[in-house]
């Protein structure tokens, strides 16, 4: 069974960049044909699909958030990061990483395995 954990700051400053890890088990993230995601809820409204990194390390971005995220991944320690640069009140949510297999996919509801996910909090 894969299982996920996210890591990383709980309250990042406006201007600065979020950084958040993935902790995978029960897998690995080279596994032909999984798609690894970074989702995020803000507060009172839906999941947001952010973008992925694919088993083979291509990556796949939310056209709204492009210019600002990054998707990495470290095979070594079975981890993937996301990093969103430029970061604003409006980026406090909760960020959940997530798995789906066979398709990438921008709809948080097809995705099979999630984090519990960790709150970020943007403010001065």
């Known amino acids: 069974q894969v299982q996920l954990q996210e890591s990383g700051p709980g309250l990042v400053k406006p201007s600065q960049t979020l950084s958040l890890t993935c902790t995978v088990s029960?897998?690995?993230?080279?596994?032909?044909?999984?798609?690894w995601s970074w989702i995020r809820q803000p507060p009172g409204k839906g999941l947001e699909w952010m973008g992925a990194?694919?088993?083979?390390?291509?990556?796949y971005y939310s056209p709204s958030l492009k210019s600002r995220t990054s998707i990495s991944r470290d095979t070594s320690k079975n981890q993937f990061t996301l990093q969103l640069s430029s970061v604003t009140p409006e980026d406090t949510a909760i960020y959940y990483c997530?798995?789906?297999?066979?398709?990438?996919?921008?709809?948080?509801?097809?995705?099979?395995?999630w984090g519990q996910g960790t709150q970020v909090t943007v403010s001065s």
């Open positions: 997530a798995a789906k297999y066979y398709q990438p996919s921008r709809d948080p509801g097809e995705y099979d395995y």
């Open positions: 029960g897998g690995s993230i080279t596994t032909n044909y999984y798609y």
């Open positions: 990194i694919a088993y083979s390390g291509s990556t």
